[in-house]
């Protein structure tokens, strides 16, 4: 057991995937010292995004000054990969729920306009090419703010410019595409999620993730209306159809905002960044084990989630998986059809979730040394 590959998830809240990587490096050689560990810390299109790609290509952060979702000047960031060409961004940078405070939370109001900001900076560098990682969203407006600030002009009956949010939604009319930023045309805009909810309806936008942003029950409809009328005028206006487009209602239906305004492709988060990095490739070169993880495993894990694409990858080529976890969750045994082999707790009794993630980093590597010691019993060195 020489060389092992070591390709986390974050641990949501707790452990960055760089971190969480390396505290199982870091318990990897509390039993074999000599041991070969290659670190690819990973996204699967949410947090992180930004650092894995930046990290794993030798690329750069870019610092700017963008609107808030409640429309208040924030500093975010976003990057460009070693091409030089493709930025990397995180819509909750500029967007995200962690930006508002809990008593303000309300996506009747709030708007994507500072995700537009980030994205005109980076065409602003030179960028032709976009990712565009949209998890972690307080908005619920479609995209409009974003486009807005791409130049996008949305309306109402009286030829006005419409308000931020869902609530600006109820009134539009119309899409004014003159004035949009003509570099669009000229870039390609990836957009990276693993969310595959419509835009409107039962399982839409509004509905699932509503709640979660701030939205009480009686909002629900209304957010509802407001992402179906934009469906409708961009259908008549822009001849697209994205109503019932899976993916469409990630990150409060930015997903459809970015295909209808700025001609993006929703693409699998985690496939996009296991291809820039070459994961694969490196899975060939001759390694024995592979080691996952995420803060928690769970019937979900199969569906675009870090562990499982890793796994399936790794079964390509025979290799044994281990699964780091911060906790098993409902439905964790449909893990192991996705070809994890083992899934090791990090919490070595009962203790609660505040003390676990407060000693994430040390639970982590001594789940790595114990998961190390079973595993060698049947492959001494």
């Known amino acids: 057991m020489k060389r092992i590959i070591v390709a986390p998830?974050?641990?949501k809240e707790s452990l960055t995937a760089a971190r969480a990587a390396s505290c199982i490096a870091e318990g990897i050689h509390k039993v074999l010292p000599d041991a070969e560990i290659?670190?690819?810390?990973?996204?699967?299109?949410?947090e992180g995004l930004t650092d894995t790609l930046v990290a794993g290509t030798g690329g750069q952060f870019i610092h700017t000054e963008v609107s808030s979702p409640v429309g208040e000047r924030v500093t975010a960031r976003f990057g460009i990969l070693g091409d030089n060409q493709t930025a990397v961004i995180e819509m909750?940078?500029?967007?995200?729920?962690?930006?508002?405070?809990?008593?303000?939370?309300?996506?009747?109001?709030?708007?994507?306009?500072?995700?537009?900001?980030?994205?005109?900076?980076?065409?602003?560098?030179?960028?032709?090419?976009?990712?565009?990682?949209?998890?972690?969203?307080?908005?619920?407006?479609?995209?409009?703010?974003?486009?807005?600030?791409?130049?996008?002009?949305?309306?109402?009956?009286?030829?006005?410019?419409?308000?931020?949010?869902?609530?600006?939604?109820?009134?539009?009319?119309?899409?004014?595409?003159?004035?949009?930023?003509?570099?669009?045309?000229?870039?390609?805009i990836l957009?990276?999620?693993?969310?595959t909810n419509p835009l409107c309806g039962p399982t839409g936008a509004s509905y699932i993730y509503g709640p979660q942003k701030g939205a009480s029950p009686e909002m629900l409809p209304l957010m509802d209306r407001a992402l179906s009328n934009l469906a409708r005028v961009i259908k008549r206006d822009l001849k697209l159809e994205v109503e019932g487009m899976a993916g469409a209602g990630a990150a409060g239906g930015l997903g459809a905002g970015l295909v209808a305004f700025g001609g993006g492709k929703l693409c699998s988060g985690l496939g996009m960044v296991?291809?820039?990095?070459?994961?694969?490739?490196?899975?060939?070169?001759?390694?024995?084990?592979?080691?996952?993880?995420?803060?928690?495993?769970?019937?979900?894990?199969?569906?675009?989630?870090?562990?499982?694409?890793?796994?399936?990858?790794?079964?390509?080529?025979?290799?044994?998986?281990?699964?780091?976890v911060g906790s098993i969750g409902s439905g964790a045994e449909k893990a192991y059809e996705a070809g994890i082999d083992a899934i090791m707790s990090i919490t070595p009794g009962p203790i609660s979730l505040d003390e676990a993630m407060t000693r994430a980093g040390e639970l982590v590597s001594d789940a790595a040394a114990r998961a190390m010691r079973l595993i060698m019993i049947g492959n001494p060195v």
């Open 9 to 11: 998830d974050s641990f």
């Open 38 to 46: 290659i670190q690819i810390p990973l996204s699967d299109g949410g």
């Open 92 to 188: 909750a940078e500029a967007s995200g729920l962690a930006l508002v405070p809990h008593e303000r939370r309300n996506p009747m109001v709030t708007t994507t306009y500072g995700t537009g900001e980030l994205m005109k900076a980076a065409l602003d560098q030179g960028c032709r090419r976009m990712i565009v990682g949209i998890g972690g969203s307080a908005t619920n407006d479609g995209g409009s703010g974003m486009a807005e600030a791409l130049g996008v002009r949305l309306l109402d009956a009286d030829g006005h410019v419409i308000g931020p949010g869902a609530e600006g939604l109820l009134r539009l009319s119309s899409i004014d595409m003159s004035a949009a930023d003509p570099r669009l045309l000229q870039t390609e």
């Open 191 to 195: 957009v990276a999620s693993d969310v």
């Open 274 to 324: 296991l291809e820039i990095l070459g994961f694969e490739s490196k899975l060939a070169g001759g390694v024995d084990l592979v080691i996952t993880g995420e803060g928690q495993i769970n019937a979900q894990t199969l569906f675009g989630k870090v562990p499982s694409g890793v796994a399936r990858l790794a079964k390509k080529y025979d290799l044994p998986v281990v699964a780091i």
